[in-house]
């Protein structure tokens, strides 16, 4: 009896041990970045402007799993998170594999407006989840 005993208490000791999960999530990352003033296109005659900002860092994994979140810096030291609108304009973004979209129009849609003139900065904070 103090044999099986032994034997049941061996047995659940090795499972409730073995049985531990670990997880491994990367921490955030942050990148600072600027978009040149001649990366703003229009396709509709300047109601809406588009920069393309190449995030390698966006893999297929994290496109599905992670979050992406992104700021502006106007000029003022400040960051402002997207979307958001800074005097009049409408400021929004989307990301894809290996690239973040950066969206400008006047914040009532049909005004046309007038790209950047100077770099914009940009920072993209990129959560991991699991």
Do not use: R
């Not at 000791?13 to 003033?37: D, H, R």
């Not at 992406?68 to 998170?81: P, R």
């Amino acid at each position: 009896m103090k044999k099986t005993l032994t034997i049941l208490i061996a047995f659940i000791a090795i499972i409730t041990t073995s049985c531990t999960k670990k997880y491994e999530v990367t921490p955030n990352q942050t990148i600072l970045t600027t978009v040149p003033p001649n990366a703003w296109k229009t396709t509709d005659g300047g109601k809406t402007y588009s920069a393309t900002v190449n995030m390698p860092e966006i893999d297929g994994y994290f496109n599905q799993n992670g979050a992406v979140l992104v700021y502006g810096n106007f000029g003022n030291n400040t960051w402002e998170q997207f979307p958001e609108v800074y005097q009049g304009v409408a400021y929004s973004f989307s990301h894809t594999i290996g690239s973040l979209e950066i969206d400008i129009q006047n914040s009532n849609g049909t005004s046309t407006i007038t790209a950047p003139t100077a770099a914009f900065g940009l920072k993209v904070v990129l959560v991991d989840s699991q």
